[in-house]
């Protein structure tokens, strides 16, 4: 297969091309390369034949219709997005620039590419964009996600990331364009950018910092380990239906506090100290809409495709934090860039 990954060199796009790569399928990865894209990410492949990378923003035509040209791809993964909520919140322009305007060039440069094939490889064709089950919004105690819940972002993110999944939905309706859509839960692993929660609470630790938890610690999240939600980029892609929306889920729920007190007690057990980790514990300001509960039934992929979650959390927790011990080579430089500082603080407290 002939695959473009956009935002490939990002925490998800990074861990589906080294998966693609290793299985001997022909990609081209894409990304400009902001704070979150590293190349070291895909060293492990750097010497593959079947391999290659371009520096480019989704947003420029010229050069995105190029890629199309020139590589000819028969899929087309699109992950590159900004994804952090806190920093939409202090800064959400770049938000609308790339997850909009950049999905939204992505979309007119495949749908220019698609109408050029030939019959047949226009039905084989597959544009599978992919999204978050923030979209939908907040749950409260009970319920999950289903791919019939209505779209309700909370943060200028899943704000950004609703009107994309809008946008790649309408292109296959108005135009035919042969789109699926992924709605995904937390993604948890190796290689993610330590400004969100399980990467920076394992840094912070490691460092002996204070461990910011948001509000109560109570908000609950469904975490997913990485390569689970690449497999299942892979079996959706291939064998999904065209048009259609499947959600991806872990099962796993926990709440942000237990998150925090897992990887404290299995820093302790790797290298005891005399204090717990869990004493660098600090309760912060809450997030601004904040969103309580995500809950995602993946009950449509797993019954349609056949895919399942493969990792239990304690497994997938327990590798993640050990690559972290072990992989200085890969997050010390970028630290030098963001140094975990807290990011989408409110100056003043809203109406
Ligand atoms: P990430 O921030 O780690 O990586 C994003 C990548 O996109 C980076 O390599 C960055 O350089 C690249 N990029 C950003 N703007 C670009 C632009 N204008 N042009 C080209 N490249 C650009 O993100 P991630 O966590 O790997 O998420 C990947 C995708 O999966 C996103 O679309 C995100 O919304 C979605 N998603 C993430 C999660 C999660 O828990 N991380 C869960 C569900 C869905
Ligand atoms: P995050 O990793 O930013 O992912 P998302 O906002 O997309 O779910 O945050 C996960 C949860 O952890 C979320 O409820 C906010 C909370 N959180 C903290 O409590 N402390 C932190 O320092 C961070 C970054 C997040």
Known sequence: MKIL??????????????????????VM????????????????ISDRG?????KADICDRPAIAHVFESFR???????????????????????????????????????????????PAGARFRFLHVSTDEVYGSLGAEGAFTEQTSYDPSSPYSATKAASDHLAKAWHRTYGLPVIVSNCSNNYGPFQFPEKLIPLTILSAIDGKPLPVYGKGENVRDWLFVEDHVGALAIIAARGRVGETYNVGGRNERRNIDVVKEICLRLDHLFPQEKSRETLITFVND??????RYSVDSTKLEEELGWRAATSFESGIDRTIRWYLESEWWWGPLRQTYDGRRLGQLEHAGP
């Open 29 to 44: 990865t894409v990304d400009k390369l902001t704070y979150a894209g590293t190349l070291t990410s895909l060293a492990a």
């Open 73 to 119: 791809p028969d899929t087309v993964m699109h992950l590159a997005a900004e994804s952090h909520v806190d920093r939409s919140i202090t800064s959400a322009r770049d938000f609308l620039d790339t997850n909009v305007l950049g999905t939204f060039n992505m979309l007119e440069c495949a749908r220019g590419y698609w109408e050029s094939l030939s019959a």
């Open 287 to 292: 997030r601004p809409g904040h969103d309580f």
């Open 50 to 54: 079947n391999h290659q990378f371009v």
């Open 5 to 26: 990954v956009t935002g490939g060199a990002g925490f998800i796009g990074s861990a589906l091309v080294r998966q693609l790569v290793l299985q001997g399928n022909e």
